[in-house]
């Protein structure tokens, strides 16, 4: 059963620590999307990679936040300084990247509470 | 600037009448639509999608029907189920590019 594995599932930290979310897409999709939900804001995108290439990172906050993807079946998000505003819940989804269905496979998130 | 509205935050329907949710978008460019549902402590999945060549798509207990010259979709559910119980996430796309704009979702509860 292919699916998006997401750790940790809970981080806590205290401000100004960086922190780390790893995401493992599923094998052969070759899009992966970082989100943040938030109440306000619902699913918000921060950064998504074809075939490990940066396409857009607008939603992200620059001086803070970097996605990365070392190899195909790693995808980074961190956080540094981490702010108690960057508590959320962070998505990780793939995708194969073709076809007109564009329907994304999301993780089950890294829960985030900055103290 | 929301580009995707999901304007009722909660619905509660009973166990086997209908449940409507709707959904508004502004970008003329959206041409392909998704509806996603979420359970507490669980990412989204996908549940139904149309293609603006539509008006209506339909896949068992759920319907999506497309407005385009309103700008509007809306997910049918019959009957709800309580298992239908859930947070419901719309999402609209440009053609076949991959990203994705999602709603501020709309909590479903289905009461017995």
């Known amino acids: 059963d292919a699916r998006v594995t997401q750790t940790p599932r809970h981080k806590v930290t205290e401000m100004g620590q960086e922190v780390t979310m790893r995401c493992q897409p599923i094998?052969?999709?070759?899009?992966v999307f970082w989100y943040r939900q938030t109440m306000m804001q619902g699913l918000e995108l921060l950064a998504y990679?074809?075939?490990?290439?940066?396409?857009?990172d607008s939603g992200m906050p620059k001086d803070r936040f970097s996605a990365e993807m070392p190899d195909a079946t790693l995808a980074t998000l961190k956080i540094q300084p981490s702010e108690p505003r960057d508590s959320a819940v962070y998505f990780c989804a793939s995708g194969p990247g073709w076809g007109a269905k564009n329907i994304q496979y999301f993780g089950a998130g890294t829960r985030l509470s900055v103290l | 600037d929301q580009q995707v509205k999901q304007n009722s935050p909660s619905l509660s329907v009973q166990e086997g009448r209908i449940s409507i949710l709707n959904c508004d978008y502004t970008?003329?460019?959206?041409?392909?639509f998704l509806w996603y549902k979420k359970y507490p402590a669980e990412g989204p999945t996908f549940l139904i999608s149309i293609s603006s060549i539509k008006d209506k798509n339909e896949d068992g207990r759920f319907t999506v029907f497309l407005n385009k010259s309103a700008k509007h979709l809306s997910l049918h559910i019959v009957p709800s189920q309580p298992g239908d119980s859930a947070v419901y996430f719309c999402?609209?796309?440009?053609?076949?590019?991959?990203?994705?704009?999602f709603g501020t979702g709309t909590r479903l509860q289905v009461t017995l």
């Open positions: 999402a609209a796309t440009p053609g076949t590019a991959s990203k994705l704009t």
């Open positions: 970008n003329s460019m959206f041409d392909y």
């Open positions: 094998l052969g999709h070759n899009t």
């Open positions: 990679f074809r075939n490990r290439a940066p396409l857009d």
